[in-house]
């Protein structure tokens, strides 16, 4: 077997006030014909300025669906049909996660690039090769890993500013995990002889981690009195670019894999980005990283407004916990990034030290 190492990453990523506007010429050199999918919300906010950019350079709009909700495989396949009757040479995605990942997926089945028109910070799935499937009750089905990474991705900050704050904070609890998972895989693929991560995913895991700590609270602060900062800028581009680049070039572990067990129990009342915040201290403090290091990271969770306590996360009892922990622990494959597979009775001591504030 051939070993290498390998960075995927976006071909294009535009972020900046009023960047849409930017769209028809970023677009133009991959054909005339737009297939635009994206959610209901996301459209009646951008439609009109897609469509002006769109036709000031010459490309037409040959189907459109603003109906997306979720990303089914129901709804890729009839989206594909609609597609291949309209041959499209690319497919636009507009709006949050599970638009972009479903107009991903449906432009890798037509045959044709994607572009993605982020229109909240909750998620980094504009820039990523990755479509997360869910079934259509609404659960995780599978993550399929596409073999194209999108032509352009563009990031209009005004619009993400305008949207509410609690999509960055989303956005900021998922990205939290990033260096953490990164590291944990590099040190696990390391020990088991294998290539770890490129030097430029681990830096930009670390980068995206430096600039949550240095920026996210100012952002919060700033989009909550409804200025849009450079701080805001720096999150919104440490979320969108730079964690995209460095999760699906390293890999997701422990923060991810409590994120799953928890949800498993039916009784999860926050958000991914939420949970998944949670779920990075209870990773840090199960790695006996230094206690100045784990609290910095509490401290800032508690200061963004992410959870950082179980009874935040979720409604549990003892038997549904044990459940999701012992899931976490034994069946989640990101489980499998930590450097040793963690056991379920050590999860459940440090959940409780982190409850007694480590
Ligand atoms: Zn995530």
Redo the contacts with the bound molecule.
């Keep these: 077997m051939v070993e290498v190492n390998e960075l995927i990453a976006a071909s294009r990523y535009i972020q900046g006030s009023g960047a849409i506007a930017l769209l028809g010429e970023s677009v133009a050199a991959l054909g005339r014909r737009a297939y635009i999918i994206g959610g209901r919300t996301a459209l009646s906010m951008t439609e009109k300025r897609i469509r002006d950019s769109l036709r000031s350079s010459g490309v037409k709009v040959v189907a459109m669906d603003r109906t997306v909700k979720d990303c089914t495989y129901a709804t890729i396949d009839s989206l594909v049909d609609a597609g291949m009757r309209a041959e499209p040479d690319f497919v636009i995605g507009v709006g949050g996660g599970r638009a972009v990942d479903t107009a991903k997926a449906v432009a890798w089945k037509l045959s044709v690039p994607s572009v993605s028109v982020g229109t909240q910070c909750a998620t980094n799935a504009d820039a990523s090769a990755e479509s997360v499937v869910y079934t259509d009750d609404r659960e995780f089905l599978e993550s399929v890993v596409l073999p194209r990474s999108p032509a352009v991705v563009i990031v209009d900050t005004e619009i993400i500013a305008a949207a509410p704050v609690k999509f960055l904070v989303w956005g900021m609890g ?1 990205a939290l ?1 990033t260096k953490f998972e990164a590291e944990a895989f590099a040190e696990a693929v390391r020990r088991r002889g294998g290539k770890p991560p490129t030097n430029t995913a681990l830096a930009l895991a670390d980068s995206t981690y430096q600039s949550l700590m240095a920026y996210g609270l100012e952002a919060v602060e700033d989009l909550t009195r409804g200025a849009h900062s450079d701080a805001v800028d720096e999150v919104i581009e440490a979320v969108k670019l730079t964690s995209a680049i460095a999760f699906e070039n390293a890999n ?1 572990a422990l923060a ?1 894999a409590i ?1 799953n067990g928890l949800t498993r129990t039916g009784a999860v009342k926050r958000e ?2 939420e949970i ?1 915040a949670y779920g990075t201290i209870i990773q840090v403090a199960y790695e006996g990283r230094p206690k100045d290091e784990v609290l910095r990271i509490i401290r800032w969770c508690e200061s963004v407004g992410l959870p950082t306590k179980l009874g935040d996360v979720c409604d549990h009892d003892e038997e549904a916990l044990s459940g999701a922990v012992e899931y976490a622990c034994t069946k989640d494959p990101n489980a499998n990034s930590m450097p040793e597979r963690p056991s379920p009775e050590e999860m459940a001591r440090t959940i409780n030290r982190v409850e007694r504030g480590i």
């Design positions: 998922d995990s997701c991810h994120h991914h980005g998944v």
